[in-house]
């Protein structure tokens, strides 16, 4: 099982991101995703998710109207847009699948809004 999450990086307050989770050695399709972030000195947050087919998405009141999550189950990928970033959504975000008892995370890739 594996889940790797990448397209993060230094950006300006404003700008724009697209992390992409890529899933394998699992049945991703079955698989409800989200994105989660921790920043230093907090506790893990969820961010956003998607269920198994798609649609019904949920997103944490801090990103609503910003952030976009979407998926593509023919290629076992999970995105996460991210439009009008601020310096408080500076952490590392991590990609999480979860189907019954499985429950799965990536390493994270850092996102860092900064002038």
């Known amino acids: 099982v594996q889940l790797v999450e990448s397209g993060g990086g230094l950006v300006q307050p404003g700008g724009s991101l697209r992390l992409s989770c890529a899933a394998s050695?699992?049945?991703?399709?079955?698989?409800?995703m989200s994105w989660h972030r921790q920043a230093p000195g907090r506790e893990r947050e969820l961010v956003a998710r998607i269920p198994s087919a798609g649609g019904g998405t949920d997103y944490a009141n801090s990103v609503k109207g910003r952030f976009t999550i979407t998926r593509d189950n023919a290629k076992n990928l999970v995105f996460l847009q991210m439009n009008s970033l601020k310096p408080e959504d500076t952490a590392v975000y991590y990609c999480?699948?979860?189907?019954?008892?499985?429950?799965?995370w990536g390493r994270g890739t850092q996102v860092t809004v900064s002038s």
């Open positions: 050695g699992f049945a991703f399709s079955n698989y409800h």
């Open positions: 999480n699948a979860r189907f019954a008892i499985g429950d799965y």
